[in-house]
């Protein structure tokens, strides 16, 4: 495998992907009001400019108020992440973990929860649907999924984003997998942060996906690798993700 970069807080700051004051935004808004993350993002979208015709799909997901929120969020699927590796890094408090970052990229990443944690954050408040037929609102919290591809310079044959995750549903790894109209849509972000607390261990911690416009099951928990692919064949069942591949549900699942 390359080499891997590993992002310190310092190296960040250099690459001024984090200033040295202000660190926590709330919001969209104020993310789009900086010219250097705007230029960021606009690189990237210009990168897909054919997948970014599909207007509608940049339509934002609503978004609730404090009030709105469920008193209750039932966990479902996993609730714990497999193997001695997983339970190493829960039992530190996760202080050493990093989310790795390869595949379709000019510079493979190893980022440390907390260097995501100090990126540019977006907060939002979501309803989210299981196709089990439930629902509940809750609040997340953390950085752009665009930010992290953006940081790893997708290669032009980048199609597909893969989400491995720590996790053994029924004995086998669960995966998830978007495309770059979703991959940089404003409200697709990875979590750390669920109802202004770290991650509880049965929602995915430490880093979950949330990907707005599509239904529960693409919101791939225990996230540890993000692969960047120019086609879903030969992974797995090659449909993209763990239902997917058992024949349950279909790849897109917008909502
Ligand atoms: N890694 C992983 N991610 C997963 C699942 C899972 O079993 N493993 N279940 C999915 C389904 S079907 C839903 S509805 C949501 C549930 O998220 P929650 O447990 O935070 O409610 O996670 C999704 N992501
Ligand atoms: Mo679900």
């Known amino acids: 495998m390359s080499r891997q970069l590993i992002l ?42 054919a997948s970014q015709r599909a207007l509608g799909r940049n339509a934002l997901a609503r978004e609730f108020s404090a009030g709105d929120m469920s008193p209750v969020f039932r966990a479902n699927g996993s609730r714990e992440g497999a193997g001695e590796e997983y339970r190493r890094h829960l039992a530190q408090g996760f202080a050493n973990w990093s ?44 950085p752009r999924l665009a930010q992290v591809l953006d940081l790893a310079r997708l290669k032009p044959e980048a199609q597909y984003i893969v989400f491995h995750c720590a996790d053994l549903y029924r004995g086998r790894p669960y995966y998830e997998s978007i495309d770059l109209v979703d991959a940089f849509h404003p409200q697709t ?11 509880e261990q049965q929602h995915g911690a430490p ?20 692969e960047a692919r120019a086609s879903l064949d030969g992974l797995y069942g090659g449909r993209g993700g763990y239902w997917e591949d058992q024949g349950a549900y279909a790849w897109y699942a917008g909502i």
């Open 99 to 142: 989310l790795k970052v390869d595949g379709l990229v000019e510079r493979p990443l190893a980022i440390p929860l907390t260097a995501l944690r100090q990126l540019p954050q977006r907060k939002q408040i979501t309803r989210h649907d299981c196709v089990e037929g439930w629902s509940a609102i809750g609040q997340w919290q953390g």
């Open 8 to 49: 310190s807080r310092r190296t960040l700051i250099r690459t001024g992907v984090v200033g040295t004051g202000g660190l926590l935004l709330s919001g969209c808004d104020k993310l789009f009001e900086n010219p250097a993350f705007r230029s960021a993002l606009e690189s990237g979208e210009d990168l897909h400019k």
């Open 189 to 199: 972000i990875l979590a750390w942060q669920m109802n202004g607390r770290p991650l």
């Open 207 to 226: 880093l979950r996906l949330r990907v707005e416009k599509q239904l529960g099951y693409k919101h791939a928990k225990f996230v540890t690798r993000i």
